[in-house]
């Protein structure tokens, strides 16, 4: 199976050409609203980054815009979390798909308690 094929059947997003990465919930990320979750907790949630989990067809990591907090925090910034696969090989079972979906839940769920978009809006609301 190639990489399209890969990501048409995981229901992952594949950007094309020569990339390897897939990405997951590309329509429903973790928007994070800086001055919303404040310093700490944003800073908290750049630590959580670094997790990665490796495995023999893949690896799953999430990233964002990493200018940092003095950057994004402004009332009308609003980054994002987007969780990412890099595929190694893309012949995978229905096992190694289901277990790579999980994979990319669980990395997802690090950082569900900074998705702050509600923040954003309440502040784009005061601007308009």
């Known amino acids: 199976m ?16 020569e990339d390897t990465r ?11 609203h800086a001055p919303t979750i404040g310093e700490t907790s944003y800073r908290e949630m750049e630590t959580k980054l670094d997790r ?14 990493c200018s940092g907090f ?4 402004s009332p009308l910034e609003l980054n994002y979390v987007q969780v990412t696969v890099e595929v190694k090989n893309s012949d ?3 096992v190694e798909i289901d277990q790579m979906l999980l994979d990319c839940e669980d990395i997802k769920e690090d ?3 900074y ?7 309440s ?3 005061k601007a308009v």
Do not use: P
């Open 115 to 121: 998705h702050s978009i509600k923040g954003y809006l």
């Open 70 to 73: 003095e950057y994004w925090n």
């Open 123 to 125: 502040e784009l609301g």
């Open 2 to 17: 190639n990489i399209t094929e890969l990501a048409e059947k995981s229901g992952l997003t594949f950007d094309g050409g």
């Open 52 to 65: 990665v989990i490796d495995r023999e067809k893949y690896c799953v990591y999430a990233w964002n815009d």
């Open 22 to 32: 897939l990405f997951y919930d590309d329509n429903d990320r973790i928007y994070v």
């Open 92 to 94: 995978m079972s229905d």
């Open 111 to 113: 950082f569900y308690e």
